[in-house]
């Protein structure tokens, strides 16, 4: 099962570690790839195509956001003090990445405490103007949850390795987890602040037997909308004094030129009198 | 003794493994494995090929905008405080309701971002309020200078660029309210026909100023 669970990391690190550059939006022909450590107590050295690329890498660590072009990636997992990829602890495992996606791949316990791997794919889908996406994810060796946000379940019955995504107003929330239909917090309460045009994803991980359940948070910037309009005048006096003033410019004209035809007028019957 | 000169031998040999992985600058990243002389060196602990961030995840504290309080064309006289505003319902930019007061949308760049543009928008003028002073918007002159101070004191000046009217249906919300590039103050009303019937103006005011360095 060890195995299995390095398997997976690797390949999830696999992604993250080739020619990456940071980044936090997939291009066409890219993926984005961050890698969270989630398995507790387990610290892990990563080696691509043969070159170490993770050094140490600990449970509750995030590696990324990377930038890759698709392909396939050849990783290795070594325990943390080997000095090369020589005898790895698994691998080399070859790791296809598909382009065009955002992917967190969390290598997590399973609800019965198992270590796996799950690739989640991350919602970066543009956001309303004013608000933000929070993604909550169970990845935790511990039964259904509750989500609850100032003492309400907002996330109800949400069970490893399952997702569950809100689009809020921006602003901070008190989040805590319980067991599913109760409200006794199992991690938190904890600010979570929810940032406008940005995703917000919560992992519960770790253990409730080991009691050592933890909260992650990954945020993914760049998913901001413009508000629709600026509607900025209602009262109209604006336009009625504009309209006014045009009147009087054309009131005023029409007096102008009505004096000064009486004027050529009088002189003209003058002239004439003469 | 001989254990401190055997401690210097095994630091020495450190060295000359981190001198034989390391590559010299140019040269492309190694795909090989480490050599057999680096093999030989048991103690030493090799260092990444390339840089990948990693950092705890935990949440990272937003930055803190510094908000701007108040905006003067001295040219239209215009000087008005100006407050934080966000999105109201249906997805429109919030306004104060007093055309005297500007609201500065939060959501976007304030004075100090690095990057993103700062957008000011003010009622033109409301039921119950005189005419505001974004009603002389319009005849805000290109190069004349605007000035906005932010609630640390900063005080920065902008040079306009442009005074645009646009139907409402065509305002360029994405390049207006642009969070990257240019860091143009954009200020925003109301203008043209009004139609009583829905209480709405045809068209939005538009001036842009850019930075005066």
Redesign the interface.
């Known amino acids: 099962m060890r195995k299995k669970v390095l398997a997976a990391i690797a390949v999830g690190i696999a992604a ?5 550059v ?1 980044a936090n939006a997939s291009t066409a022909s890219n993926a984005v790839l961050s890698v ?1 450590h989630g398995i507790p107590d387990t610290p892990v050295d990563v080696y691509v ?7 140490d ?1 600990q449970p ?7 930038d890759l072009p698709a392909g396939a990636y050849e990783v290795a997992l070594t325990a943390p ?1 080997a ?4 005898s790895p602890v698994l691998g080399p495992v070859t790791l296809t990445l598909e382009a065009g996606k955002n992917y967190t791949a969390v290598a997590h316990l399973g609800a019965s405490g198992s270590p796996t791997v799950t690739p989640y794919v991350n919602d970066t889908s543009p956001t ?3 608000e933000g996406r929070l993604t909550v994810r169970h990845v935790a060796a511990a039964p259904a949850v509750d989500v609850l946000a100032g003492g309400s379940a907002v996330i109800q019955g949400l069970a490893n390795p399952d997702e569950a995504s809100l689009d809020l107003p ?1 602003g901070t929330i008190e989040a805590s987890v319980a067991a599913a239909g109760t409200t006794d917090p199992v991690i938190g309460p904890a600010p ?2 929810v ?4 995703l ?1 994803i919560a ?1 519960a991980w770790g253990s409730l037997e080991d009691e050592n359940l933890e909260l ?4 993914i910037t760049g998913l ?1 909308s ?16 504009d309209m006014f003033q045009q009147w009087m410019w054309a009131i005023g004209g029409l007096a102008v030129a009505a004096a000064v035809a009486a004027s050529a007028l009088v002189v003209a019957r003058s002239r004439a009198q003469r | 003794m001989a254990r401190a000169i055997a401690g210097v031998g095994a630091s020495l040999a450190i060295v000359l493994a981190l001198t034989a992985c390391g590559s010299p600058p140019g040269a492309a990243p190694s795909a090989s494995a480490p050599s057999a002389t680096a093999t030989a060196t048991v103690t030493a602990d090799p260092t990444p090929a390339v840089e990948v961030p990693v950092a705890a995840a935990t949440p990272s504290p937003a930055r803190r905008p510094v908000p701007p309080v108040r905006v003067v064309a001295a040219s239209i006289e215009v000087d008005v405080p100006v407050v934080p505003v966000g999105v109201e319902a249906g997805g429109f930019m919030e306004l104060p309701a007093d055309p005297a007061i500007g609201g500065w949308y939060r959501f976007g760049a304030d004075p100090a971002a690095s990057d993103g543009n700062v957008v000011i928008s003010a009622h033109v003028d409301s039921p119950a309020y005189p005419i505001g002073p974004f009603s002389r918007l319009r005849d805000l002159p290109v190069g004349d200078v605007v000035e906005v101070t932010d609630a640390a004191g900063d005080m920065r000046k902008y040079a306009v660029e442009s005074v645009t009217y646009y139907p409402k249906a065509e305002l360029p919300v994405d390049d207006l309210f642009a969070r990257s590039g240019a860091r143009s103050l954009v200020l925003i009303t109301c203008g043209g026909e009004f139609d009583s019937r829905t209480g709405r103006y045809a068209d939005n005011v538009v001036a842009i100023a850019t930075p005066i360095t």
């Open positions: 993250a570690l080739s020619v990456g940071p969270l195509n043969g070159a170490l690329t993770l050094d890498f509750g660590d995030l590696a990324g956001p990377l003090d000095t090369d990829a020589g309303a103007a004013g921006a979570v602040e940032q406008e045009g940005v917000t992992y992650a948070v990954q945020t901001h413009a508000p629709d309009g600026v509607n900025s005048g209602t009262g109209g006096q604006l336009a009625q004094r």
